[in-house]
């Protein structure tokens, strides 16, 4: 496509070069004058050769390629897992398999996998360009592609519709790994979150439950079953924080909980104002949910 | 053959001096019916419009110029990004062209002495500014919409845009198609009914094919949006449901409607360009186009055509396939006639004479930049290829070489060529020369990296990006290029600016021009033309003959239609003598309707609606008093 519109691009121009040359001259000498040549001109490059480009760009693109992005014929997939596109995070649920996380999807390599997208607000596009096309999340409608992952990696994939304020920092990571690892992954978050450990950690879970985090996140195994915010279930095996916003680390986790709004600014997580004790004792429990 | 003396001539041009004539002052503008007139008050209010859009990508292009930046905090920039959008398309370039160059030009070029409806053509005016004003309102007071240009919803919708932002975007769009509909409406009958009498549609210049192209464009593309703005408002201000998926609604429904208007309006953008651009050719290559029947046929496809392809702006939202397929078939097709156009212009520039002077040096980077805007056009028709590029900065890329490379170049070219015709004077042309120069090397240096970005992978609309992502460069090169053109663009204002003042007078057709509204006087009088003009071909003014029987028309008296405010008004097709029109003059009506009319607008914004029923029988009065017949003057 590329060279077909480098050709493209160079012929017309260099036709307009020759112009330049013939600037304050009469007309070419074998064309100038005759009216029915010219018009043959327009009509060559003009229609004749453009209709053979685009027909051939259309059969290629448009009839042989276009199926491979077609959403999977049903019973093509052995697995099936739905992102919900939020204000700005990546809901993913595991059909079947009864199990949730957030913003980083975890798939087995060579393995198709149905795709389905929903949206819980206003329109989103789901997008990994390497490994498929985009396609939009759209509230009231479920669409799907296929997933496929020729070989292992990890995958940047974002929001490709503008869905307001933090529209930019609204991106996930697909990880494809060999089956076994994938199904140890899946394993491990079937299971309900870890009973803190340490005095801090458990203060930080009280915290949680009682100070206003569990009324929008769900933890599984505990009080907390709010659904506004991303499952923190096991928040601690991610790699990263706030869609893809910044790295999942202790420091950084406290900046984020502490002041949200300066991180992301018009994210729907709030500053709770809880004082930098009940931060980090909140900080001890999360890096605890493997 | 009777010679009357020359006094008898000065005689006539006086009596028709005088019964054209409008009031001095401020006075005189504000209740201007004379198309040239309101085609300078559309220039004006238009370039300011421009400044200002151009003022909201610079500090676009500053948020942008590296990672994490924080000129803009996240939603400026969302209300700069979409009232940058908005101003340029609905308040520059549709005003511009249709406003601006249509009304000065279309009577001129067709030997009439105004539009067929005067005053309706004053309150198109009118509606513009006071629905820009009306959107402007609204980004002053902290109120800029920032769900994109085409605020898709449910983003848009008052659970997700509360403010109300999107309200000065809906009411104010609704109120400028109303300016928009009645220009379209009256360069219609203009084109169709105010042609001198032999100036048959095989004879009309193809300046006037693209305008009418355009105009009718405009009248089936228009309700489409206002049909989605009126259900937004309802939605938005009365509880309504149209939209809103959870109570019965569906947002594609919006994505629909505002693609059936808008991809009709990318055609409407650009066909005026093409009609700038098929003027000045022959003009500085000194021979006659080539293809010219192709070219006429191929803009009125091209207007018609863009009515079929709305999808394709959809490909991402999970269509059936057979359905987008069909939309990239159709969207294939508009190459065609855009290419005979391109090819024509190429054509005719390569076998005639070609003068590059300033207008044909816009001309030709118009081309170069249309064809690269053509060809990434022509790459979204491949579906899957659109799967990936669509919402990224490749997809910016490609219409700001459309939009500004392809539409607004001619504009800028238009304004130097007709330059000397409205003002008298010349510009510079060695300063001409440099800005095309500037604004064309900062054109590229600002857009063509976008490609490349988009390819990259950055979604179009993000407010900033992480340093890791490998944007940084590229980005700081596209920023640096906008200052550059920035600066381009301003060169050609402050050329054109000094030159009204310091510039050698131009005298009636500085260029040799091919068509009639060079034989005028620069600027022309207020009749334009003392005689009806006689025409026998589209290159009017190179029918030597032609020109001198109106010279001869003059002396006689004949068809100099000097006993009232008259026109003459031909058969639409073949131009034949028809009947002799009587003009209405100045009125003070069309600003008051369009006050009134403004005031409906920002009670139903403020949801006042006792009021807005009052501003509308206020408004119901004006346009009664719009409707009166003037005074008989004696």
């Known amino acids: 496509m590329l060279v077909v519109a480098g050709i493209i691009f160079f012929g017309a121009v260099a036709m307009l070069v020759v112009g330049w040359f013939r600037r304050d001259r009469p007309g070419l000498p074998f064309l100038g004058e005759n009216e029915t040549l010219n018009t043959g001109l327009v009509v060559l490059f003009g229609m004749a050769i453009p209709i053979v480009i685009l027909v051939a760009l259309f059969i290629v693109s448009d009839l042989v390629l276009l199926p491979e992005t077609d959403a999977p014929a049903a019973g093509s997939t052995t697995m099936t897992v739905t992102v919900i596109g939020h204000q700005w995070f990546w809901q993913v649920r595991y059909e079947g398999e009864g199990a949730e996380t957030a913003n980083e999807i975890h798939i087995p390599v060579r393995t198709p996998i149905n795709l389905v997208v929903r949206s819980a607000d206003v329109i989103h596009s789901f997008w990994v360009p390497e490994l498929n096309r985009k396609i939009d999340m759209i509230p009231g409608q479920a669409n799907n592609i296929e997933l496929y992952a020729e070989s292992a990696g990890v995958f940047r994939g974002q929001c490709a519709e503008f869905c307001g304020l933090q529209h930019a920092h609204m991106a996930f990571r697909v990880y494809a790994e060999p089956a076994p690892k994938f199904k140890a992954w899946l394993a491990g978050i079937k299971r309900p979150a870890v009973e803190p450990t340490g005095a801090e950690a458990q203060q930080g879970q009280r915290a949680f439950m009682e100070d206003g985090c569990a009324a929008c996140h769900t933890i599984a195994g505990t009080a907390a079953e709010g659904t506004l915010g991303p499952n923190l279930t096991h928040l601690a095996g991610r790699e990263t924080l706030a869609a893809d916003t910044i790295p999942n680390t202790p420091g950084y986790l406290l900046r984020w909980i502490q002041n949200p709004q300066s991180v992301k600014p018009g994210t729907k997580m709030p500053g709770l104002g809880l004082g930098k004790k009940k931060y980090d004792a909140i900080v001890a429990y999360l890096t605890e949910l493997r | ?634």
């Open chain 2, 1 to 634: 053959m009777t010679v009357t003396a020359p006094a008898a001539t000065d005689v006539r041009l006086k009596r028709l001096e005088t019964i054209w004539k409008e009031s001095p002052g401020v006075l005189g503008w504000l209740t201007t019916v004379d198309h040239k007139r309101i085609g300078i008050l559309y220039f004006f209010t238009s370039l300011f419009f421009f400044g200002a859009g151009g003022v909201e990508a610079l500090l676009i292009r500053t948020q942008l110029i590296g990672p994490n930046q924080s000129t803009l905090d996240p939603a400026t920039f969302n209300e700069m990004m979409s009232t940058h959008g908005t101003t340029m398309i609905f308040f520059f370039v549709v005003p511009m062209s249709l406003g601006a160059f249509g009304n000065y030009l279309i009577p001129l070029m067709i030997g009439a002495r105004d539009m067929a409806f005067p005053r309706l053509n004053a309150l198109s005016y009118w509606i513009f500014l006071c629905a820009g004003t009306f959107l402007y309102v609204g980004v002053f007071s902290g109120n800029a919409p920032s769900a994109g240009w085409f605020d898709y919803v449910p983003l848009a919708s008052k659970a997700y845009s509360p403010g109300p932002g999107i309200d000065f975007y809906a009411l104010s769009l609704l109120f400028v198609g109303i300016s928009t509909t009645f220009g379209a409406i009256n360069a219609i009958v203009t084109i169709f009914k105010l042609r001198a009498p032999g100036m048959s549609l095989n004879r009309m210049p193809l300046f006037c094919f693209a305008f009418l192209a355009v105009s009718f464009a405009l009248i089936f593309a228009l309700p489409a949006l206002s049909t989605a703005l009126v259900l937004l408002e309802l939605e938005r201000l009365l509880g309504f449901h149209f939209y809103i998926p959870s109570a019965g609604g569906d947002p594609i429904l919006w994505q629909n409607l505002f693609w059936i208007f808008g991809h009709p309006e990318v055609y409407i953008i650009i066909l005026p360009a093409f009609g700038i651009a098929t003027s000045i050719i022959p003009t500085f290559v000194r021979r006659k186009m080539v293809a010219w029947p192709l070219v006429a046929l191929a803009e009125i496809l091209v207007a018609f055509l863009g009515f079929g392809v709305w999808a394709h702006h959809m490909f991402a939202v999970g269509l059936a396939s057979a359905t987008t397929i069909y939309f990239a078939a159709a969207s294939l097709i508009i190459v065609i006639p855009s290419g005979i156009q391109l090819f024509s212009w190429i054509t005719t520039i390569v076998t005639g004479t070609p003068r590059f002077q300033t207008p044909l040096l816009w001309i030709v980077g118009f081309i170069v930049l249309f064809i690269l805007g053509g060809l990434s056009g022509v790459t979204f028709a491949a579906i899957p290829f659109d799967q990936q590029t669509t919402d990224t900065y490749y997809v910016v890329a490609h219409f700001h070489y459309v939009i500004f490379g392809a539409a607004v170049f001619p504009l800028l070219g238009g304004m130097f060529y007709w330059f000397p015709k409205v003002t008298g004077r010349m510009y510079n042309e060695g300063w001409g020369k440099a800005s095309f120069w500037l604004t064309f090397v900062g054109t590229n240096i600002t857009f063509f990296p976008m490609h490349i970005l988009g390819l990259d992978g950055m979604p179009r609309r993000d407010y900033t990006y992480g340093p890791e992502m490998g944007w940084t460069g590229l980005n700081l090169i596209e920023t640096l290029g906008a200052y550059l053109l920035a600066l381009g663009l301003l060169s050609v204002f402050v050329n054109l600016a000094v030159s009204l003042f310091r510039g050698a007078p131009a005298g009636n057709d500085p260029f040799g021009g091919d068509t009639l509204e060079w034989s005028t006087t620069s600027p022309p009088p207020e009749y334009n033309y003392a005689v009806i003009p006689k025409v026998s071909s589209p290159y009017a003014m190179w029918d030597v003959e032609d020109r001198e029987e109106d010279a001869r028309n003059l002396e006689l008296g004949r068809k100099t239609l000097e006993q009232g405010h008259e026109t003459a008004a031909s058969t639409a097709v073949d131009a034949e003598w028809d009947e002799i029109l009587e003009m209405p003059s100045h009125s003070a009506w069309p600003p008051l309707v369009a006050l009134a009319m403004s005031g409906v607008f920002a009670m139903v914004l403020l949801q006042q609606w006792l009021a807005a029923a009052i501003f509308t029988v206020v408004l119901a009065v004006t346009v009664a008093g719009f409707h009166l017949k003037e005074p008989e003057e004696a």
